[in-house]
């Protein structure tokens, strides 16, 4: 079968988050895709395969971290968008059935993908012990995001802070259920981003992911309602680096970007 890896939330090659993509006639066990995604060890590997005709979903998919099935992944919906358009697979808006519900990705004339993806709540919390000292800079709030995210998102007092951070991974492992989110606000929004992330995520096996579509389904909402505007841009400042264009429409949020393909090939396994 073939094998894909895909740069998603990036317009050139080894940019943004990379992602596998496998397309099957059906899933296998558990245990051999979870394989698969040790193998290919990126932030997620996605599998999908057709479902029939007439149904609420056009395809079945699911997202594997090296270690652990996921919930909820934007990038590697993004990167199997893509695959699907590339390849001819699938023609138009494409619904995905997930364990977050129907997720839809509809390509854009200018090439880009837009996930339609249900809005992360946000519940504020006190700041946890000791979350301070993990993360290597004091928060400002906090704020649990809900069942399909799961992250502890923390704002920061500036761009500067979330550009220095070299947290404690283990120690921070213990604040939420998959990872912690650190954003500020955009010092100079004339940049192209109105603001800023990191994303940390040591429980799935993922130190520092580099562009993080679902974490931005708690960000849209996080910085719509302190910048009062429902359109903003993202920027997942890792050292891969990427853009995320985000808008809040109540309980959905839709995330766009661009997707490549960087590598294709045969997995024998």
């Not at 073939?2 to 496998?22: C, H, S």
């Not at 699907?84 to 977050?100: C, D, M």
């Not at 929004?189 to 940390?200: K, Q």
């Amino acid at each position: 079968m073939r094998i894909r890896i895909v740069d998603a939330f990036a317009d050139r090659p080894f940019a943004g988050n990379p992602a596998g993509v496998l397309l099957l006639d059906r899933f296998p066990e558990d245990g051999w895709l979870q394989n698969v995604a040790m193998e290919v060890n990126h932030a997620e590997t996605a599998f999908a395969h057709p479902l029939p005709e007439g149904g609420e979903a056009d395809w079945g998919l699911r997202w594997f971290t090296p270690v652990a099935e996921v919930a909820m992944c934007g990038h590697a919906t993004l990167a199997t968008a893509h695959v699907l358009h590339n390849t001819g697979a699938h023609e138009g808006p494409v619904r995905f059935a997930t364990r977050s519900g129907v997720l839809v990705a509809t390509p854009r004339e200018d090439g880009s993908i837009t996930l339609d993806f249900p809005t992360a709540p946000l519940t504020p919390v006190e700041i946890p012990d000791g979350v301070a000292e993990a993360l290597g800079a004091e928060p400002l709030g906090a704020f649990d995001t809900g069942p399909n995210v799961g992250d502890l998102l923390l704002e920061l007092a500036d761009e500067k802070t979330v550009h220095g951070l070299a947290p404690d991974l283990k120690a921070l492992g213990t604040h939420s259920r998959r990872g912690i989110i650190a954003t500020a606000r955009a010092e100079d929004p004339a940049r192209g981003y109105d603001f800023l992330s990191r994303c940390f995520f040591p429980n799935v096996g993922i130190d520092e992911d580099p562009v993080t579509g679902s974490a931005h389904t708690a960000l849209a909402p996080f910085w719509s309602e302190r910048l009062g505007r429902a359109e903003l841009t993202g920027l997942q400042a890792s050292r891969r680096s990427g853009r995320i264009r985000t808008e809040l429409r109540g309980d959905r949020t839709l995330l766009s970007g661009r997707a490549v393909t960087v590598i294709e090939g045969e997995l024998i396994a």
